[in-house]
């Protein structure tokens, strides 16, 4: 891991990402993180392959990821910038959804492409945030939302 300007990391390989985020296979959407401002901001990436369950059934003929998938690792995303900011990697916290708002799809994203996640706090408090997000395929936008997340402990077994 390095620094770079303004306190921001970066990249974090797959093990980092995993430390921070409870997802695994089939629902981890976040391979790689570029670069990660602490409360401010992250820029991540997803690899889409062809290889991924949900293109034979969405749609046989014109594969693209459904756009709450794409939402998903928006808030995966963010979920890193949150645990990573707070320094709780490793805790076993989790960050759930509270609201999803004006979300936006531009442009299909179809398996081949690195979509980058770029998430943006827009206000922290003690146990909720709210994230401002943006898909991009190629320098283009794909989909975009604002959305509010909660940080909180796993249920007890």
Known sequence: ?????????????????????????PMLLV?????L?????????????FNEGFFQGHFPGRPIMPGVLIVEALAQAAGVLAVE???????????????IEEAKFRKP???????????????KR??????AGRAMVDGQLAAEANFTAMIADPPSA
Do not use: N, W
Request: proline share 5%; hydrophobic share 45%.
């Open 1 to 25: 891991m390095s620094a770079g300007e303004g306190g921001s990391t970066g990249p974090l390989d797959i093990t980092r990402v995993l430390a921070a985020l409870p997802h695994r296979y």
């Open 31 to 35: 391979d790689r993180v570029e670069e």
């Open 37 to 49: 401002v602490p409360e401010q901001r992250i820029a991540a990436i997803k690899a889409v392959t």
């Open 85 to 99: 900011s707070l320094g709780l990697s490793g805790t076993g916290k989790l960050v759930y959804f509270m609201a």
């Open 109 to 123: 994203v179809e398996p081949g492409v690195l979509l980058r996640l770029e998430v943006e706090f827009v206000q």
């Open 126 to 131: 003690s146990k909720v945030c709210k994230f």
